[in-house]
């Protein structure tokens, strides 16, 4: 632990408003030498952009920061007036007293604070990247947590002091206890998961959920018809986390049209920073999926967000969004960009109204410790196999997208495409016309049009190609009567509705010139 300065070293200091930010950075815990400051152990920073952090014992404090850095220049001031008559024996050998008795006692105004806390700003710059760099540590009220490996390769927790040194913003209000239970808790997530498989990967999941990484490019969505339990554990997450959880509103990613990127965004501000855990409000039904947004957040790439009154920045986020519906959204994306990193998790349980316990958060919030154990058991299984989502939540995952989108239900359920259709070219106009006319025996009641139709082909990389005046896809085929039964037969489903009213598939590498579309160049295509 650093020692306070003597009164001694504070009186070698200028009389000036350079030598109060050195007695300001010694007094914070700074050691200075030669004009070096070393800042390892000192307890006040000036994060870049941002403002003032002041370290509170446990974490380092942004929000309150500004009010400890003018709490601690006014004890410098309050220091000089302390030593006044020291300080003056010190510095035997000035002109006269009068000049530095009049500094000394301007320590303490609002001018000389605020100069002194520009002057020290430079000595106590830092980055934001320079806190929170430790993705695998949970600060608990009782000490940091590090999940690490033992000498086997195991991952296991252990308790170490806090340290200013470590720059860490977040803090779990808990004290972590290995031994600590949480009956009810798992309880609840037995009842509503009751799948096993479903349940180890929701506790994976959260076990992710609370690290600070973010290369799995994942986001969950929590459906039920109500009274499951969804929200009773999303929200006891959330709480237990402290402030590496947060509530979000589910406005910020949906599509609600075209916004100003001028615009202030302190719904997204406010996720900046090591916030792991974001539980999104509950969405209306059959609203529409910012799925721009969901890939820019998930994928790693800067996040721009401007807090009100503020000036804009960027974040590469770290928050793993947790969300929770009644009916699915729609996202209407066409290719892999943004199923691949959805994840559903249906609650298919429901209690029964006379069942429901009103007491309930008030008893999980009893059972904090207990959570927070469940979490870093999460963490260490997450660890170890990775999210690894069972058949059931790829199950439903298809069943959404094909919901969601009709034309990769049809794309998959009608043809052969990409690498396993290399070399096979069809008419353009015989694909439109078997999506329009499957569409409509489906029952969908919105087909898309022949440019959105062309476009959704070529997000797939089914590119069109200009034969004899007529457009053509590739690489792309239709399936035969032969393997659409198969598929048929696979699935345990009934023969598809709809049946081709002419020949529906091309030999491999052979051109289909029926019905091909006239167009002078491939790009002037529409479809």
Same mark, same amino acid.
């Given at each position: 632990m650093t020692e306070l300065p003597t009164a001694e070293e504070l009186a070698e200091y200028d009389f000036n408003d350079y030598g109060n930010a050195m007695r300001l950075i010694r007094l914070a815990g700074g050691q200075v030498q030669n004009g070096h400051v070393d800042t390892s152990? +000192?307890?006040?920073?000036?994060?870049?952009?941002?403002?003032?952090? *002041?370290?509170?014992?446990?974490?380092?404090? /942004?929000?309150? $920061?500004?009010?400890?850095?003018?709490?601690?220049?006014q004890d410098v001031g309050v220091k000089m007036q302390g030593l006044k008559n020291e300080l003056i024996k010190r510095s035997a050998g000035a002109a006269s007293d009068a000049p530095i008795q009049k500094f000394i006692d301007s320590c303490g105004s609002r001018s000389a604070c605020s100069a002194m806390l520009a002057m020290a700003i430079p000595h106590l710059m830092v980055k934001i990247e320079d806190f929170d760099r430790e993705p695998m540590v949970l600060n608990c009220a009782n000490g940091t947590v590090w999940l690490e490996k033992d000498k086997t390769g195991k991952m296991v927790p252990r308790?170490?002091?806090?340290?200013?040194?470590?720059?860490?913003?977040?803090?779990?209000?808990?004290?972590?206890?290995?031994?600590?239970?949480?009956? +009810?808790?798992?309880?609840?997530?037995?009842?509503?998961?009751?799948? *096993?498989?479903?349940?180890?990967?929701?506790? /994976?999941?959260? $076990?992710?959920?609370?690290?600070?990484?973010?290369?799995?490019?994942?986001?969950?969505?929590?459906?039920?018809?109500?009274?499951?339990?969804?929200?009773t554990i999303l929200s006891a997450m959330r709480k237990t986390l402290g402030g590496y959880g947060a509530a979000g509103d589910s406005k910020t990613f949906?599509?609600?049209?075209?916004?100003?990127?001028?615009?202030?965004?302190?719904?997204?501000?406010e996720l900046a920073g090591d916030i792991r855990l974001v539980v999104l409000s509950e969405a209306k039904r059959d609203v529409l999926l910012n799925e721009a947004l969901l890939?820019?957040?998930?994928?790693?790439?800067?996040?721009?967000?401007r807090a009100l009154h503020g000036k804009p920045f960027k974040f590469v986020a770290i928050g793993k969004l947790w969300w929770q519906f009644n009916g699915w959204p729609k996202a209407q994306g066409n290719d892999d960009?943004?199923?691949?990193?959805?994840?559903?998790?249906?609650?298919?349980?429901?209690?029964?109204?006379?069942?429901v316990d009103p007491l309930m958060p008030t008893k999980l919030d009893a059972e904090r410790q207990g959570i927070l154990n469940w979490i870093v058991r999460g963490i260490i299984a997450w660890a170890e196999r990775g999210l690894d989502p069972p058949e059931c939540i790829l199950?439903?995952?298809?069943?959404?997208?094909?919901?969601?989108?009709?034309?990769?239900?049809?794309?998959?359920?009608?043809?052969?495409y990409g690498k396993a259709a290399a070399g096979?070219?069809?008419?353009?106009?015989?694909?439109?016309?078997?999506?329009?006319?499957?569409?409509?025996?489906?029952?969908?009641e919105k087909?898309?049009?022949?440019?959105?139709?062309?476009?959704?082909?070529?997000?797939?990389?089914?590119?069109?190609?200009?034969?004899?005046?007529?457009?053509?896809?590739?690489?792309?085929?239709?399936?035969?009567?032969?393997?659409?039964a198969l598929d048929n037969a696979a699935s345990g489903g009934e023969p598809d509705a709809y049946q081709p009213t002419s020949a529906s598939a091309t030999s491999k590498g052979k051109l289909d010139f029926e019905g091909g579309s006239p167009f002078d160049d491939p790009d002037d295509a529409k479809w």
């Open positions: 152990n +000192v307890r006040l920073l000036y994060l870049n952009g941002i403002g003032w952090v *002041a370290y509170q014992g446990a974490y380092w404090d /942004r929000e309150m $920061g500004e009010h400890h850095a003018w709490r601690m220049a308790l170490r002091p806090h340290n200013p040194a470590d720059r860490i913003t977040r803090y779990i209000e808990v004290d972590f206890d290995e031994k600590a239970r949480a009956d +009810v808790f798992e309880k609840i997530i037995a009842t509503a998961l009751p799948d *096993a498989d479903k349940r180890d990967f929701f506790h /994976r999941a959260h $076990g992710y959920s609370a690290t600070g990484h973010v290369y799995e490019q994942a986001f969950f969505m929590c459906q039920g018809l109500g009274n499951d339990g969804k929200s949906l599509d609600i049209g075209q916004q100003s990127s001028a615009a202030a965004s302190p719904d997204l501000a890939k820019q957040w998930t994928g790693g790439e800067p996040v721009p967000a960009g943004i199923w691949r990193r959805l994840y559903p998790i249906v609650f298919e349980h429901q209690i029964a109204k006379k069942d199950t439903a995952r298809e069943r959404y997208r094909k919901q969601s989108s009709p034309f990769l239900d049809w794309l998959d359920t009608r043809c052969v096979e070219v069809t008419s353009a106009k015989r694909l439109l016309d078997d999506y329009k006319e499957w569409a409509t025996n489906q029952g969908h087909v898309m049009s022949a440019t959105s139709f062309g476009r959704a082909m070529s997000e797939r990389q089914i590119d069109p190609q200009k034969r004899n005046g007529n457009i053509y896809r590739s690489p792309i085929r239709l399936k035969t009567p032969d393997e659409l």
